[in-house]
């Protein structure tokens, strides 16, 4: 189906086939012709580089910058240490903190070279800088009655896991609450609007903008692109075999 994009950046991204979903696309549209929108792409730090199939991601940044706009990388230093459960039919192996540092520091190698870091045109930060000083029953409190089990069950990366009767920890079962957060978190610091990552992060970048919505009663928005898969079909994943 024809677009009409009037923003640069959104043209560019359904051109490509860069585009698999996106929330109010006419506003975001609006937001991105108006002026600068800041928006972010998280990536956890499970393994000590980058895959072919965060080429992509990386490009939605790249092209976020290029067209104007400013860029955020969040590494996961926060999130890893819970796992998310996306893709996954068991549950991730734990890592150490001196191994998710390690893993940090190995994949922000990638970012530099399509990204320009220089004189504030794009921001790198760390999620552990406010996952790790989350007081539990505060966070419970004030976060945790905008979110339904009920709904939280009906997510892919939830279902499809019961569905098979595989285990899912609890640790796991509260990723997509800290990740969620993280959007809370990034508006309030840098007036971050967009979200964006791979298709199968959906239902995680749904939760942020509903979250955000209802905590700071504020409009942001969310963008995936297509996967890049395997010869089988299957996700790439940083420790996943064959990536």
Not at 65 to 85: E, R, Y
Not at 113 to 131: G, H, K, P, T, Y
Request: aromatic share 10%; with cysteine.
């Amino acid at each position: 189906m024809a677009t009409n994009y009037k923003s640069e950046f959104l043209r560019i991204l359904d051109e490509r086939g860069f585009i698999h979903q996106m929330t109010d696309a006419a506003a975001l549209d609006a937001q991105l012709t108006k002026g600068q929108v800041t928006g972010y792409i998280g990536f956890d730090a499970t393994a000590s580089s980058l895959h072919v199939g965060n080429l992509v991601s990386i490009m939605l940044l790249r092209w976020l910058q290029k067209t104007g706009h400013k860029p955020i990388v969040v590494i996961g230093g926060g999130t890893t240490k819970a796992g998310d459960p996306s893709g996954r039919d068991e549950m991730r192996k734990l890592l150490s903190v001196e191994d998710i540092k390690n893993n940090a520091e190995g994949i922000l190698q990638n970012f530099r070279q399509f990204i320009d870091f220089s004189n504030e045109r794009a921001i790198l930060v760390d999620n552990a800088e406010w996952l790790d000083k989350l007081n539990y029953i505060e966070f419970l409190r004030d976060v945790g009655p905008h979110f339904s089990v009920n709904r939280m069950l009906s997510f892919d990366s939830v279902k499809l896991r019961l569905d098979r009767e595989q285990n899912l920890s609890f640790i796991e079962f509260n990723y997509m609450i800290m990740q969620a957060y993280d959007f809370v978190e990034l508006k309030r610091r840098y007036d971050c609007t967009l979200q964006m990552g791979g298709s199968d992060q959906w239902g995680n970048i749904v939760n942020g903008i509903e979250l955000t919505r209802r905590v700071d009663d504020r409009d942001v928005f969310g963008l995936t692109s297509p996967l890049i898969t395997t010869a089988s079909g299957a996700k790439m994943g940083k420790t996943a075999n064959g990536a």
